[in-house]
């Protein structure tokens, strides 16, 4: 097969609808003809061409390479299965035995735990809202005045919340902060940047940048609620006082190890940095309160961690305010936990 040449003479004919451009589209023909053998040419060897199949061209379009936002297209659908899927708390705890001697002990002195939720992800962050900084028996009276405000649990859905006004929302007890809280996580519902769905389809990563942007909703809400609500099996709250004090106990470490530490200490848990980090609240209960150690099957129980500060006390519990209602059945020694609704 002989070369190809591309001539570099681009030629725009008009219209041949009249007689004039019928005899000037002839000329211009003839021209290029001539010109073709004088023109500069370009020569290139000639390709085979291969037929895709369709399954072929689309994964070929979905390469990372090719196209830069497949990558996080297949990024996001990748999503580990949650602890309260058949079997997966026995292999993180095979895991955790496996890798961590010293957390195995921990684990064989306890019941292992079950993960359940009850409630979707939009009643689950307002919830959360709600029992921020708050001693569980008031946080837990403000809830249920506000269930009654939206009609039932059933109710707590984006239009409702966004319905309800600041004076209502004062008048059973939320701040004036907290209902721009509320509403401003409503309002991202309503106006499709968040949904039940979407949030459930996000990776970890992803999952965290969204839930930021919400107002009242940081890094330490977001942990809880993937551990607690979604069932997220690799999240470490390394800003959680409870967990950091518990790796204090594990290791025998002089001070409670800083949240930029806790990732390299913690490192041997992944995947199951969510099941890891139970387990510390369970080893400062029992340090705290040893007649609590042995109670109630699966559930966790956030108590007073010796002499601390209140205000140390009160992040602890805050861990057990994100847990569903099903969870709790015990109370803390403390008094703080009487009244979870």
Known sequence: MGE??????????PSSSS????????????????????????PFRPRKIRKLSSSAASAADDAPGKNPAAGNRLAVRVIPRPLSADGEIASALRHLRATDPILARVIDAHDSPTFQCLLTPFHSLARSILYQQLAIKAAASIYARFLALCGGEAGVVPDVVLSLTP??????????RKASYLHDLARKYHGGILSDATIVSMDDKSLFSMLTMVKGIGAWSVHMFMMFCLHRPDVLPVGDLGVRKGVQ???GLDDVPRPSQMEQLCERWKPYRSVGSWYMWRLVEAKSNPNLASSSAGALNIGSVGDAQQQQQQQMIDSFQMLPQSWVKSISPTGLLNGIP
């Open 4 to 13: 190809e040449t591309l001539s570099h003479t681009l030629h725009f004919a």
């Open 19 to 42: 007689p004039a451009g019928t005899a000037a589209s002839s000329t211009d023909t003839s021209a290029a003809a001539a010109a073709t053998t004088t023109a500069s040419k370009i």
């Open 167 to 176: 004076h209502q929302l004062r008048q059973i007890g939320v701040s004036e």
């Open 249 to 251: 106990m594990l290791y």
